[in-house]
């Protein structure tokens, strides 16, 4: 029903900058909030930035000053613009659309993750 497709991650050094996208499509109406999620490995899934159709911005406090999320609604995508990127950045990034579909139930998809490797 709904595709959420993400740009490649990668390998950054300390203190470099990556941008993610992430592109929704489908049977969709329209999109509510999309967000990033993120999992590095042993540990949960964790919200890192989250943004309404409206505009309204939330961040992980280990993240906020060096993320940026933004949205072009038109294109239903959503960008995470990491700066000062850490070691402790390293993970697999998610980005989560809350949809409703064009047959007006409303579901929550995820992107397939991608990579991101901050060395030090």
């Known amino acids: 029903q709904v595709q959420l497709v993400e740009s490649r991650g990668g390998l950054v050094q300390l203190g470099g900058s990556l941008r993610l996208s992430c592109t929704a499509s489908?049977?969709?109406?329209?999109?509510?909030?999309m967000a990033w999620y993120r999992q590095a490995p042993g540990k949960q899934r964790e919200l890192v930035a989250h943004?309404?159709?409206?505009?309204?911005?939330k961040y992980a406090d280990s993240v906020k000053g060096r993320f940026t999320i933004s949205r072009d609604n038109a294109k239903n995508t959503v960008y995470l613009q990491m700066n000062s990127l850490k070691p402790e950045d390293t993970a697999v990034y998610y980005c989560?659309?809350?949809?409703?579909?064009?047959?007006?139930?409303?579901?929550?998809?995820w992107g397939q993750g991608t990579q991101v490797t901050v060395s030090s």
């Open positions: 989560n659309a809350d949809v409703r579909l064009i047959s007006d139930l409303r579901n929550h998809y």
């Open positions: 943004m309404t159709s409206g505009g309204i911005t």
């Open positions: 489908g049977s969709i109406f329209s999109i509510y909030a």
